[in-house]
T-cell receptor, first 112, second 117 residues
Framework: DQQVKQNSPSLSVQEGRISILNCDYTNSMFDYFLWYKKYPAEGPTFLISISSIKDKNEDGRFTVFLNKSAKHLSLHIVPSQPGDSAVYFC???????????FGTGTSLTVIP | GAGVSQTPSNKVTEKGKYVELRCDPISGHTALYWYRQSLGQGPEFLIYFQGTGAADDSGLPNDRFFAVRPEGSVSTLKIQRTERGDSAVYLCASSHPPGSGVYNEQFFGPGTRLTVL
């Protein structure tokens, strides 16, 4: 039972444009959400997170939006750069818990 | 400082053999996690240690899988009687304790790619 879903396996964006990666979840008990970035042959690297008490968190070019009523979050990257090309995983947890539930990932390609 | 390290980076074994995968967490991180990532999937939780004890092993798929962390630092994931379906990348992560008042981002190692022939 996939509790965190990323329905777009891949996304291509022109350099300088906005990249929008989407994630949906089913468990209303989740209250902490993260995005991880993964390059080939490396482990996932933490990118940005958001607590359920917020609906937006921004860090430089990266912004995560959370819509609790829709159980949906998205990651915006603007402007996109070729170095952003990687697989992006959405993850969710209960802050007092220990398991992170990951989506299946979205492969982002930023075209120079 | 040093990140999470995992050894070996690659392991090829034959069906039925026993394997051990090692994880060295970030110094000071008391929480340690093992995940398994199959091709085309996201990381799947296996087990979580807080200190020396396995606080949650609900993700272990069956009793062929076992993990230890005897001194609260290095952890070893052990797989007995390996099967071809065990082939995956095994990821280790460490963090501050969940609910400790800081965001418990999990810091991942590079993984061990296990191939069972």
């Amino acid at each position: 039972d996939q509790q965190v879903k990323q329905n777009s396996p891949s996304l291509s964006v022109q350099e300088g444009r906005i990249s929008i990666l989407n994630c949906d979840y089913t468990n209303s008990m989740f209250d902490y959400f993260l995005w991880y970035k993964k390059y080939p042959a490396e482990g996932p690297t933490f990118l940005i997170s958001i607590s359920s008490i917020k609906d937006k968190n921004e860090d430089g070019r990266f912004t995560v939006f959370l819509n609790k009523s829709a159980k949906h979050l998205s990651l915006h990257i603007v402007p996109s750069q070729p170095g952003d090309s990687a697989v992006y995983f959405c993850a969710a947890s209960r802050n007092t818990g220990n398991q992170f539930y990951f989506g299946t990932g979205t492969s982002l390609t930023v075209i120079p | 400082g040093a990140g999470v390290s995992q050894t070996p980076s690659n392991k090829v074994t034959e069906k039925g053999k026993y394997v051990e995968l090692r994880c060295d967490p970030i110094s000071g991180h008391t929480a340690l996690y093992w995940y398994r990532q199959s091709l085309g999937q996201g990381p799947e939780f296996l087990i979580y240690f807080q200190g020396t004890g396995a606080a949650d092993d609900s993700g272990l798929p069956n009793d062929r899988f076992f993990a230890v962390r005897p001194e609260g630092s290095v952890s070893t994931l052990k797989i007995q009687r390996t099967e071809r379906g065990d082939s995956a990348v095994y990821l280790c992560a460490s963090s501050h304790p969940p609910g400790s008042g800081v965001y418990n981002e999990q810091f991942f190692g590079p993984g061990t790619r296990l191939t069972v022939l």
